[in-house]
Structure formats: structure tokens, C-alpha cells
């Protein structure tokens, strides 16, 4: 009896745990395409500044007060070095995929960050010379034809923001593989949790000269616009705080489920995000896109089965 309850309240927590990762990850990117496209805030860097400066507070109080994870110091320069490094690729993908969103629609930005799988056994190829068996390079086919499939039937197709969105799903797949890399010393391996509270400072550190160079008045305008506009800041900050929650439920589904339920969740994300995008936004789709999207998923879906196939 005593087991068949435990059970029951492993089962709803997971069931919770799963709502909330989904709620923050498709609540973030949505926030960002209504902040980006629809409020007027044409600020992808600043943006992306808030996301990390939450991350870096969040993440501090998490692991030194809340005690979530055990803190992990830093042992060495040459390891630093490697967290910088991997920050700066993270910022690179973070940045381009919210530029994305200020000229892509959110179906068509997941469509093409579905690719991702194809970048990275591209890299992991280029980097580690790690080989897949050919039925799993075979997979990524469709995926790729998908995408292109999609390309062709979007209506709301925009070349800059096209290459902003390859652009960062490449660099989210090299940061993963770069990732195993630079911390493949079992003494300087780092939880996701600790990596984001040493990545962002230095994030912020990279992205606050940056916006001040690509985006010159974005100070006046965020100030005149948090007065004309007083939701903004709640927003902005439900935006950043989602950011943060995004990584959490990410590590928390990552501890207590299996790598395939997670692959699984991941994919069906994915569409559940373009379903609520496109009845919000009501952004123009048609049957060529969806058959395109439709496809680089299934592509996706048999990659990974592939993977836990033949590894």
C-alpha cells in the first residue's frame, strides 16, 4: 500500500514537473516573439542581457541558499577559460535565435530548430570524428528535407531571419558538442546548474558592451516605454524569471525521467509550441509548411530511436 501511494506521488510530480517545463519553455519563446515582434521592444541583445542577468541571480540563490544541487567550484584557469568559451557560443545562440523571432513566426523558428540534431552529429563528425551507424545518418534526410519543404510553403518567410535562426540552432548543437569536449575531465565536469550560474556573469559581461554598441538607445527607449507602457517591467520580468525556469525544469525532467521519455517530451514540445503560436499569433500557415514541419519531426523522432538503437 505504502509503495502503491509513493508511486502515485512520484507519478504526479513528474506529471507536474512536465506542465511546468513545458509551460516555461514555450512561455519564454512566446514572451520573446511578443516582446520582439508585437510590443515593440526591437531589442534581441538587451533581451537576451535580462535573460542571463536572471539566470545569474536565480541560479546563486538556488544552489547557495535552496541547496537544489551541490555547488561545484572551479579548479583550475585553464577550466574558466573553458566556461567562457562555452558562454560566449551560448550567448551567440541565444542572441540569434531571439533576432529570429523578431522576423520569423514561432512555427516556422521551431521548425527549423528541429534541425538540430543534424548540426550536432555534424560537429560531434567534424570535432571528435565520432561516426553514427549509416541508418541513423539516414534519418537526418528528412529533417533536413523538411525544413527546406518548409522554407518553400512559409508564407512569412524572411531570409535574415532564416540565417539568425540556422545560425543559432548550429550554435546550440556546436555548444553541446563543444560542451563534451571541453569538459570531458570527469573532475571538471559541471551539472547544467552550476555551468548556468558560472555562464552567465560572463554572458552579461559579453552581451552588456554589445548592446550598448548594436543597440545604442536601448536604454532611453526601455525607460520611456516602461512608463508609457507599465506592464512592461512585469513582462520583462515574468520574461527573464521564465528564462531561469526554463533551465530548471530542463535539469529537474533530465534527473527524474529516462533519456527517451525526454526525447520523446522534447519533440512533442515542439508541436505543442507551433499549435498554441499559430492560434495566439494567427500567423498565416499552409499545408506545404505543415507537411515540411510534420516531416523534420518524424526525421527527428527516428533519429533519436536510431541512436538508442545502435549505441
Known amino acids: 500500500m505504502m509503495s502503491s501511494s509513493a508511486s502515485k506521488k512520484h507519478a504526479v510530480f ?48 538556488s544552489i547557495m541558499f535552496l541547496k537544489i544541487v551541490p555547488i561545484q567550484r572551479i579548479k583550475s584557469r585553464s577550466q574558466f577559460l573553458r566556461i567562457a568559451t562555452l558562454s560566449m557560443v ?68 524572411h531570409l535574415y531571419g532564416f540565417i539568425m535562426c540556422i545560425g543559432a540552432t548550429a550554435a546550440r548543437a556546436f555548444k553541446s558538442v563543444l560542451q563534451g569536449v571541453l569538459l570531458s575531465n570527469e573532475g571538471e565536469k559541471l551539472n547544467s546548474m552550476n555551468l548556468m550560474l558560472y555562464m552567465s556573469p560572463i554572458a552579461i559581461l559579453v552581451l552588456l558592451p554589445a548592446a550598448i554598441v548594436m543597440e545604442p538607445n536601448v536604454f532611453d527607449f526601455v525607460v520611456s516605454l516602461g512608463l508609457e507602457h507599465k506592464f512592461m517591467w512585469v513582462l520583462l520580468l515574468v520574461n527573464s524569471t521564465m528564462a531561469y525556469g526554463a533551465n530548471l525544469c530542463n535539469f529537474l525532467v533530465t534527473k527524474h525521467t529516462s533519456a527517451l521519455t525526454l526525447q520523446v517530451l522534447g519533440n512533442a514540445k515542439g508541436a505543442v509550441a507551433v499549435v498554441i503560436s499559430i492560434l495566439i499569433f494567427q500567423n498565416p500557415v499552409t499545408f506545404i509548411g505543415i507537411a515540411g514541419y510534420t516531416m523534420t519531426v518524424m526525421g527527428v523522432a527516428a533519429y533519436g530511436e536510431s541512436k538508442r538503437r545502435y549505441s
Open 14 to 61: 513528474i506529471t507536474c514537473l512536465i506542465i511546468l517545463w513545458y509551460s516555461t519553455n514555450i512561455g519564454v519563446l512566446l514572451l520573446n516573439k511578443f516582446l520582439l515582434s508585437n510590443y515593440g521592444f526591437a531589442f534581441p541583445i538587451f533581451l537576451t542581457m535580462c535573460h542571463m542577468s536572471a539566470c545569474a541571480v536565480l541560479s546563486y540563490i
Open 90 to 157: 551560448f550567448c551567440g545562440s541565444v542572441v540569434g535565435g531571439n533576432i529570429s523571432l523578431k522576423y520569423l513566426p514561432v512555427s516556422f523558428n521551431q521548425a527549423v530548430g528541429a534541425t538540430t540534431p543534424f548540426f550536432t552529429a555534424l560537429f560531434a563528425y567534424l570535432m571528435t570524428r565520432k561516426r553514427e551507424a549509416w541508418a541513423t545518418y539516414t534519418c537526418l534526410v528528412p529533417v533536413v528535407a523538411g525544413v527546406v519543404i518548409a522554407s518553400g510553403g512559409e508564407p512569412s518567410f
